[in-house]
């Protein structure tokens, strides 16, 4: 077991690396340099900043720190130890960030500024909360959430950003209350998508009077499993079975192609699916 969790843990580790990394840029490129407003830690840095004069990379280190013990404390010692690396890593690379020569002069433009960060810290968050942890403060607080209540990621993160974009107001000016609003919105639908991405998969129904052929199909040249569920049609009420399978993003059309080509009748429904955990896809396949 060992051996098959090492790497597991090690490529997840260098994704909460990189996440932090790409977050700290984003915020030293975009964020600081173009005035912009944002949620989250940073977003309520930047109002500890104004209010208090407390440094951005300062304030963000207290609130991980805060926010750490809660959700060490409630989500496990895995979880903690990847989300200690969150905690230090981020207000630390984001002071040392500060210090390179020009790394606020990629842009002034506050529209292309917010659409760059946006898409880089919600990637950054994407890859951080995919590999198991967090990218530490107001992250926390959804995660959290989502483990007692169900309640979905991207929603309460929409609802807290706002909430801290609302206390920034008092002190931004009008083009930057909007530009703040685009960043989140952008960021979280960022963050969904990265948080899904390579897990969804999709789903086929095949109705055809050729089952057995196809299922050997599916079997042996997509060599992706199937289940026969017993279906009865809602017109002539007779009895037929239909094909379920799980398939990637990739090989659909191939499939469709084969199923066409043995039963140019068949009847098929495509559904997306968010996650799929199992034999051939988040375990080995079994071949008997």
């Known amino acids: 077991m060992k051996r098959f969790h090492f790497p597991h843990r090690l490529k997840n580790l260098l994704l909460v690396l990189a996440g932090n990394a790409v977050y700290a840029l984003a915020v030293n490129m975009f964020v600081l340099h ?8 940073t977003g309520l840095a930047l109002a500890a900043q104004h209010y208090l004069g407390l440094p951005v990379a300062d304030f963000v280190l207290i609130s991980n720190v805060v ?17 200690a690396l969150s ?24 529209l292309l500024a917010t659409i760059f960060a946006g898409v880089m810290i919600g990637g950054a968050i994407g890859l951080v909360i995919g590999a198991g942890a967090s990218s530490g403060g107001m992250d926390i607080p959804p995660i959290l959430l989502n483990k007692f209540f169900g309640l979905p990621i991207s929603g309460v993160m929409y609802v807290l950003d706002f909430v801290i974009l609302i206390g920034q107001m008092s002190f931004a000016e009008k083009d930057q209350i909007l530009y703040g609003v685009l960043l989140v919105l952008l960021y979280t639908l960022v963050l969904e998508k990265v948080v899904l991405m390579g897990h969804s998969k999709i789903q086929v129904n095949i109705l055809s009077e050729k089952n057995e052929e196809i299922r050997k199909i599916i079997l042996n040249v997509l060599d992706r499993g199937c289940t026969v569920l017993h279906a009865q049609t809602g017109y002539t009420h007779a009895e037929r079975d239909m094909l379920m399978t799980i398939v990637t ?8 192609h084969l199923v066409l080509e043995a039963d140019p009748q068949a009847f098929m429904f495509i559904n997306s699916v968010n996650e799929v955990h199992g034999r051939g896809f988040t375990l080995r396949k079994i071949y008997k």
């Open 67 to 83: 926010m750490f013990v809660l959700g060490a404390a409630i989500m496990g010692k895995w979880f903690a130890f990847n989300t």
């Open 34 to 41: 173009c005035g912009l407003i944002t949620g989250g830690t």
């Open 249 to 256: 993003n990739r090989e659909l059309a191939k499939l469709n």
């Open 87 to 110: 905690t230090f890593c981020y207000p630390l690379l984001l002071k040392a960030f500060a210090y390179i020569p020009g790394i606020g002069s990629l842009t002034r433009d506050p």
